[in-house]
């Protein structure tokens, strides 16, 4: 979380003046210095009194505006118990100081976002003008990366820490919607990065640049986050009805006001993450590539399928070749099956990405990142499996909490993780090494019975696995997974 003292100090800032044709930071603090505010200029012939009984009124009268500033959405009474209390804080403080630049922050949303990039002339407040330069902004050195991919339910911190254990390098947050964010809802439990999470990112997924340009800027200023992500690639019907996810590699327009609007705030790099495409029929993401690039993009990462696509047929890596090739300055990753060391070989230097992005292989095997720079298959026993589950537990209890609905808590995520993991098969019983993402076996007794109960695709085994862990479920206790039709009761 970021320090409230430098929270203040970073609004405080905003009430700098400045010449708005330059922008260098040096310039701005010198005017800092010598022009007089607005305020002062008013009052300068004014007895010490009026002065300032004139500017307290001005004050207050500027204070009603502030009521819906930068958390337009944030409404105090809906903010869920999942923010932490610090975070009420700074999102309390914000709305208080900042409104103050109500109008002139929301004319510089619309101005940043349409075509062409404003021109200023004359002095406004230095918080319309003044970001940092590109080479003052932080920067990560994305190449070579093993990135752990954004995953709905399953990606939580818990299962993420395991993941850093075995090499990830990158991780993202679960999707987050820029709206429910900024209502304060539950998805700020979302947020939260563990600190083994050293290149941490936080996905948004949303159609409208201002709340994605809000809730980013919220986010800079209230999280610990290394980058921020632009989710294009989200499938699902009710998202991409509302012009989100996957919708925006078909608006190129709006997602480049969301794109230019969120880089107008941030001083941590934008990523941005999406598919070939909409329909099977029709690649986008070469098209789209070039503009993400000059809009100032720090990374994009393809996913080898179309929105039509979902997971019938296997990533297309012939085209990510093409993408990356469109990418030129800018780092693209491929993303789309990959399974074993030799997957992540043979995609790399088929495709020339600059780095890999690991989803459904991390769910199956987490170690896939220790076979990957190592080079190796690992033959992980039954019990070292367990073991990995035994830590997730802990992670669990951690972060969920280890009361009775901690426990409970942690019980449902592990059997979302379990409806993934039980498609591993054991490298020493493979006919031929290594298994493919696709490939699914036909039941089979394993070397032992751990290992044959482990591989079960049978709801009440995974409840079973849960048990050995967290006890006996409660009584009419009833699991359905999230990515799966597989229910238990
Ligand atoms: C359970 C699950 C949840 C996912 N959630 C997200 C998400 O929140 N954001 C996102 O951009 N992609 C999400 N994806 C897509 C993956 O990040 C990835 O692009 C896709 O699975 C292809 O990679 P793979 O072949 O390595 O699995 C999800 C995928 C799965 C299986």
Redo the contacts with the bound molecule.
């Keep these: 979380m970021a320090d409230s003292a430098e929270i203040e100090s970073s609004l405080q800032a905003g009430t700098t003046k400045c010449d708005t044709t330059s922008n260098g930071r040096s310039d701005v603090e010198k005017i800092a210095v010598e022009a007089p505010t607005e305020e002062t200029d008013l009052n300068k012939d004014l007895s010490p009194e009026t002065a300032n009984a004139n500017s307290q009124n001005e004050r207050k009268g500027e204070a009603k505006i502030k009521a819906q500033y930068l958390l337009v959405d944030y409404k105090p009474s809906i903010v869920s118990e999942y923010v932490p209390q610090e975070t009420k804080d700074a999102m309390k403080r914000l709305l208080e100081q900042n409104d103050l630049h109500k109008g002139k922050q929301e004319s510089k949303l619309t101005e940043v976002a349409s075509e062409p990039p404003p021109q200023h002339i004359g002095c406004v407040t230095d918080e319309d003008v003044i970001t940092l330069r590109p080479e003052e902004k932080k920067k990560i050195n994305f190449s070579d990366k093993l990135y752990l ?7 939580n911190l818990p299962f993420r820490r395991i993941c850093k254990t075995f090499g990830a390098d990158v991780t ?4 987050a919607v820029a709206t429910s964010v900024l209502q304060g809802k539950s998805e700020w439990a979302l947020l939260k990065r563990h600190k083994s999470e050293d290149i941490f990112g936080i ?1 948004l ?1 949303g159609s409208h640049f201002e709340p994605m340009t809000r809730c980013a800027q919220l986010i800079q200023e209230t999280c610990d986050v290394d980058f921020i ?1 632009i ?4 499938p699902i019907e009710l998202i991409f009805q509302k012009g989100e ?1 996957c919708a925006l590699m078909g608006r190129s327009s709006r997602l480049g006001q969301i794109v230019r609007g969120m880089k107008s705030v941030l001083e941590v790099p934008l990523t941005l ?1 999406m ?1 070939t495409g909409i329909s099977d029929s029709k690649n986008l993401a070469h098209t789209l590539i070039p503009k993400l690039r000059n809009w100032g993009v720090d990374l994009v ?1 393809v ?3 179309s929105r039509e696509q979902r ?1 019938t047929k296997l ?1 297309d890596w012939d085209y990510i070749r093409r993408c990356s090739l469109a990418g030129t300055t800018m780092p693209v990753f491929g ?5 074993s060391f030799e997957d992540a070989n043979h995609f790399k230097s088929l495709s020339g990405v600059s780095g890999l ?7 199956i095997k987490p170690w896939i990142f220790t076979e990957i720079k190592e080079q190796r298959h690992w033959d992980i026993s039954s019990s070292e499996r367990m073991d990995i589950l035994r830590q997730f537990v802990n992670n669990g209890f951690e972060h969920w909490g280890s009361d009775h609905q901690g426990v409970e808590t942690t019980r449902r995520f592990l059997l ?1 993780w379990l409806s ?1 993991l039980h498609r591993y098969i054991p490298v020493g019983i493979l006919e031929r090494v290594p298994q493919k ?1 696709n490939e699914r076996p036909p039941y089979y007794f394993a070397r032992d019975e751990l290992e044959t109960l482990m591989a079960s695709s049978n709801c009440g085994d995974w409840i079973k696995i849960s048990e050995m862990l967290l006890g006996p479920v409660p009584d009419n206790f009833v699991f359905l997974p ?2 799966k039709a597989n229910a238990y009761k």
Aim: net charge positive; aromatic share 6%; with cysteine.
């Design positions: 991919a954004p995953l709905t339910t399953v990606g993202c947050s679960e999707m996905q997924c992500d989710n294009c690639g989200c996810g993450k598919r990462t996913h080898g399928r997971y990533a993303n789309g099956d990959v399974y992005m690991v989803a459904r292989g991390a769910l979302e993934f993402i999230k990515h």
